[in-house]
């Protein structure tokens, strides 16, 4: 065990290293030398996209190689910020090996003790006993409500400046994990439906008025072909309104997951890679007919389509 903690330090050093010398001015690879923290984030992204897929095509070899590459982008990150002695990779280390003890007290009790952290405060008690799953959130929900408090004080902040609840919610995520985490965030200071009952009439709702555009758009568009709207007065321009509504169907929707203990992002995926799936299908039995997609109908697509749904159907039976 201690050789390979040893081989697992010596690979981890040897990154680092490899890590300065790509950013050396005068010996380094120059698309890494001009790099900045900005500049990398759509990469992190990026990264952080593919070890999802590789985890959801279950390739082992692909899981490792991904996570390697983000791990890169940590490493970078540290890079850059150590050059301007910002803080280094060891400083990100201990920060997230600090945190997770600090946040799992009934796990580190011994420890967060031997650093000469209270047992108990008027925020968190430290349970060595085992926590159901109301008590580990009510115990997270408190610890980090401390850390928040901590680092207003470091920002120098006060009391007079407004803060809220949503502020610890980032914007930069994507936008159905940033609904989730919204309505979540609101939930716990009790601003929610008391269950999915309401909230599929909200989604019926934001469906109608929809529709409700789409139906004024297309009474304008008749106007303006019949002539009862001038030619030159154009058709009111409604698009605006239309995205609007799509979207206050979409976050409705994601509410709906979320009181159905269903995470919206995972469910979308699933639909997305059983529809990518299903049309691959429709593209092999073409091909098997002899047939290009783009020559086929609708109607006879649509044939194909039923034939792979049904033969999906089949298999899971």
């Not at 290293?17 to 380094?28: E, H, N, V, Y």
């Not at 979308?268 to 049309?279: E, G, I, Q, V």
């Not at 002899?290 to 899971?316: F, H, P, R, Y």
Request: hydrophobic share 40%; glycine share 4%; aromatic share 6%.
């Amino acid at each position: 065990m201690q050789n390979a903690n040893k081989a697992k330090l010596s690979e981890m050093q040897r990154l680092l290293k490899i890590m300065a010398q790509l950013r050396d001015p005068q010996s380094g690879c120059p698309w890494d030398v001009k790099q900045t923290m900005e500049s990398l984030t759509r990469y992190t992204i990026e990264e952080a996209y593919e070890v999802a897929d590789a985890i959801a095509n279950g390739d082992m070899h692909d899981i490792k190689d991904e996570l390697g590459d983000l791990l890169f982008q940590v490493v970078f990150y540290s890079q850059i910020a150590s050059e301007s002695r910002a803080f280094s990779f060891d400083d990100v280390a201990k920060s997230i090996s600090d945190k997770l003890v600090r946040r799992h007290p009934h796990v580190f009790a011994n420890a967060l003790a031997s650093e000469g952290v209270s047992d108990t405060n008027e925020n968190v008690t430290v349970e060595r006993t085992q926590l159901n799953d109301s008590a580990l959130n009510a115990q997270w929900d408190a610890i980090k409500a401390q850390e928040k408090q901590l680092k207003k004080q470091r920002l120098k902040q006060n009391d007079a400046i407004e803060t809220s609840i949503l502020d610890s919610v980032p914007k930069g995520m994507p936008a159905l994990m940033y609904a989730q985490k919204l309505q979540k965030a609101c939930a716990k200071v009790g601003f929610d439906w008391p269950d999915a009952a309401p909230v599929i009439d909200k989604v019926r709702e934001e469906v109608e008025e929809i529709q409700q555009e789409l139906d004024f758009k297309q009474r304008a568009q008749g106007a303006l072909k019949t002539g009862v709207v001038p030619l030159n007065s154009g058709v009111p321009d409604n698009q605006q309104a239309i995205e609007e509504e799509i979207g206050d169907a979409l976050f409705a929707m994601v509410n709906l997951a979320r009181h159905c203990k269903v995470d919206a992002d995972t469910a979308l995926r699933n639909a997305s890679n059983k529809f990518a799936n299903r049309f691959k299908g429709v593209e092999r039995l073409a091909a098997e007919q002899g047939d290009k997609l783009d020559a086929l109908t609708l109607d006879e697509m649509e044939a194909l389509w039923q034939q792979v749904k049904q033969s999906s159907s089949s298999n899971i039976e």
